[in-house]
């Protein structure tokens, strides 16, 4: 039997009772949800105060958790602080500002009755080991739904890559050259080939296109030259 006690809350005895009330005798588990979940203000106080009762029970006594259950627990009454309120013609009423001393005992179930909820949670699928089950079925789950994200990733990417293949084909054939399909060998090669004919073919009938120029502006010159020497002839002449 384990016990932690708080002295000098700044609560009520009466209130802190009606607390109390609802966790004795119950096993520390759900003692700590009820606790959790109740709308009154000692509540706080009394859960901490069972936190407590239950670590001085794991670190003195070596007892787990798992089978404690809340074997006492009483509030006593503390020192009352008085206090008084003016009122009306001249009058003071007494405000009592009590405080109570709070204790809670842990114990240990029986083998037998340890044994006995061991079976009934089997039966229901409640307890450690059923919610062991569970975790261990939720991280299952979890570990599926990570790798079917990771390959629906995977599909993606390649699905980018075809996408982005295929628009490179377009262009290329755009550009009036054939591409091999993927997956042969020389692919590459041959694509580097046809790229360099057709740059060869441009840089071919661009060195025409300036030959032609040239050849052009020489005639010119050379028929501005045969004008000239007319012109000159003809005013010798006269």
Do not use: C
């Not at 069972?50 to 006593?76: K, Q």
């Not at 062991?132 to 570990?143: P, Y």
């Not at 399909?181 to 009938?205: I, S």
């Amino acid at each position: 039997m384990t016990r932690a006690t708080l002295r000098y809350d700044q609560a009520s005895p009466t209130k802190v009772r009606q607390v109390l009330d609802l966790v004795r005798g119950l096993d520390v588990a759900e003692a700590r949800e009820i606790l959790r979940f109740s709308q009154r203000a000692a509540s706080v106080e009394v859960a901490k105060l069972l936190d407590s009762a239950i670590a001085n029970a794991e670190h003195n006594d070596h007892i787990s958790s798992d089978e404690l259950f809340v074997h006492a627990a009483w509030a006593d009454e503390g020192p009352t602080a008085k206090r008084f309120r003016p009122r009306a013609r001249g009058r003071g009423t007494r405000i009592r500002k009590r405080t109570s001393h709070i204790t809670i005992e842990v114990s240990r179930y029986s083998d037998d009755e340890l044994r006995a909820r061991s079976e009934r949670e089997s039966a229901a699928g409640t307890g450690a080991a059923a919610e062991r089950r569970r975790r261990l079925s939720r991280g299952r789950r979890v570990a599926a739904s990570t790798a079917a994200d990771h390959d629906h990733d995977h599909d993606h990417d390649d699905e980018v890559a075809d996408e982005l293949e295929e628009t490179t084909e377009a262009m290329a054939q755009a550009a009036g050259v054939e591409t091999d399909a993927p997956g042969h060998g020389d692919g590459d090669a041959d694509e580097t080939e046809a790229l360099a004919e057709a740059a060869g073919v441009d840089a071919e009938a661009t060195d025409d296109t300036e030959a032609t120029d040239d050849t052009e502006a020489t005639d010119a010159d050379a028929d501005e030259d045969a004008t000239d020497e007319s012109g000159d002839s003809s005013k010798g002449a006269k």
